[in-house]
DNA sequence: CGGGCGCCATCTGATTTTCTGATGGGATAT
DNA sequence: ATATCCCATCAGAAAATCAGATGGCGCCCG
């Protein structure tokens, strides 16, 4: 009779739903009743089980169909695996309320300054128990996000390679962040006028240059720095008083706009301040609704 | 896209060993060529994998495929379940040594008498951490076994029911037990002095008649009984120095034949002992081997 | 930067599995 | 005994799954 023996893998889960029915009400017709499927196909799909165990699973005892020892114990495993596919099954909702994953939000100092203080207020005021952390992601920042180090990106990253998402979230510019008492404050600066200025240049380091440079180079200048910082952190102090001149982001010079100047600069370089995703969480409800609200602070 | 959401109960367990061959090499075609299918075939099951959870549940990201979070959930669970199937295939094996399972046997006096010692022996010898638990069934042996209240039943029970199995383990008759100083010990008995003997007559109630009795009422005769005893316990001693005589199984008789004597009855009243057993403990391991014990145990 | 290549999605048709409806045997109930 | 219920089985239909071919997309290499 067994020709062949079934293979098991090919049992599914509405086999060990049947079993269950059929468990249930000691009858094969009863249970093809229930499930609304022929008595030759719970005999069927019985029958197969039967070979895939080697068991008989259930035997006539006066009239009713009752189960055999091996056949309760892997009923036990089949409720247990039907649980399993229920809990598998449900879309992951996603509460913000009683949330308490961790974010972590990778970035530099620019956003840091200008976009996380909004984002974690938003954060916080809808999920109070979430946490979040924030890495610095100087030209690594897409690998972070493979190696699941961080959940999103923002910053100024043209989205290049497959398997990220991406979203702008805004344009920004350069301008020249400079002491009000400057000698061309309030002049417009040309390229010439602006070449010759003391200027305190920001590097990053690891290979990543600023936009306006990119622009200023491939218009075949060369800026020569009085001074190099790795970071934009206490600038304005530096330039407070001085004749240095920072080029910089507009958004975050506007900070300082109280005691400092800002002036256009003639290398605008022009960027777009962007979220960025790994591909493997853009369907995930969690990281959903994080990027709409990381667009909502960063926008609104 | 999702015309018609296909039924997730129809997810199989070959499509989740798929989906946890794909995590593991990270490629569609090379799943495919380690399951020895087309690669279009791997293809399909995710797609319908991915149509169930609504989840893309693996993307590319720079030439991999990667896990969605959502897979990773699903992917531990649907491990869980291939483990649990691997041990709901493996065929309940036995192992008497290691077996520490209770045992429970539904008999009466004389099989209590004559056969229980040599099987707990037999069971004490090969499996020593299993307990045994002897209870007797008057003329509800068949209930219990379907009741699960005992594994076996031993007795002279022919199986009319179906629902139960059973083996022949011997045939035994009814002999006369009386002291040697009867008048009638020597002689034979023919059915006239048989009946106009003393007799001790064994009535275990409910509603139980001895195989005696009835051959001897189906011939028209009736035995008036000097003394109605409920059980063979004790027999002995009553028996012994009076004219009293007992019509009981021959092997039963037989324990006494050193003081006592056993004549031939009339009324053989010929029954077979049987192991009697319930349709869904047939095809268990443990099971086999009690009743083989026991058939050895009662023949051997 | 263009062409080759690897990988997955999709199409078509073949194969296999599963289902329906009908029939028969065995056991139970009347 | 007869009627009835229940499961197994058969043949054919329907559905699911698979193989082979094709196309699109991104990567890699020149």
Redesign the pocket.
């Known amino acids: ?1 067994p020709a062949s023996p ?2 098991p893998a ?1 049992i ?1 889960f ?1 086999a060990l739903d049947m079993l269950r029915v059929v468990h249930e009400l ?5 249970a ?1 009743e229930k499930l ?6 719970v ?6 089980l039967r070979a895939c165990f080697q068991d008989p699973l259930f035997v ?1 005892e ?2 009713r ?1 009752v189960a055999t020892d091996r056949c309760e114990e892997i009923l036990a495993k089949s409720l247990q695996m039907l649980g399993m596919l229920d809990e598998m099954l449900q879309p992951d909702a996603f509460a913000p309320g009683q949330a308490t994953q961790n974010v972590t939000i990778a970035c530099n100092y620019y956003e840091r300054v200008l976009l996380i203080p909004g984002i974690v207020a938003a954060i916080r005021q809808v999920a109070p128990k979430m946490t979040v952390k924030v890495i610095s992601s100087l030209s690594d920042g897409h690998l972070r996000l493979l190696r699941r180090e961080a959940d999103v990106l923002i910053g100024p990253f043209e989205r290049a ?3 990220f998402h991406s979203r702008r979230l805004y344009g920004e510019e350069y301008a020249c962040l400079m002491d009000p008492g400057h000698p061309l404050a309030r002049t417009p600066l040309d390229a010439d006028r602006y070449l010759s200025l003391n200027h305190v240049l920001i590097d990053y380091g690891a290979g990543w240059q600023s936009a306006f440079l990119r622009e200023l180079e491939a218009a075949g200048h060369r800026l020569t720095p009085t001074i190099v910082v790795p970071s934009p952190a206490g600038l304005g102090t530096l330039i407070a008083g001085s004749d240095l001149v920072a080029t910089i982001p507009r958004r975050l010079g506007a900070r300082d706009a109280e005691t400092l100047t800002l002036a256009p600069s003639p290398f605008r370089g022009r960027f777009d301040v962007s979220l960025v995703w790994a591909a493997h969480t853009n369907a995930s409800a969690m990281h959903r609704w994080l990027r709409d609200l990381i667009w909502s602070a960063c926008r609104g």
Chains 1, 2 share one sequence.
Do not use: C
Not at 26 to 30: E, K, L, R, Y
Not at 36 to 41: C, D, E, F, L, P
């Open positions: 009779m079934p293979n090919s599914d509405a000691g009858s094969f017709t009863a093809a609304n499927v022929n008595q030759s196909a005999s069927y799909t019985i029958g197969k006539r006066g009239g169909q390679e497959s398997g």
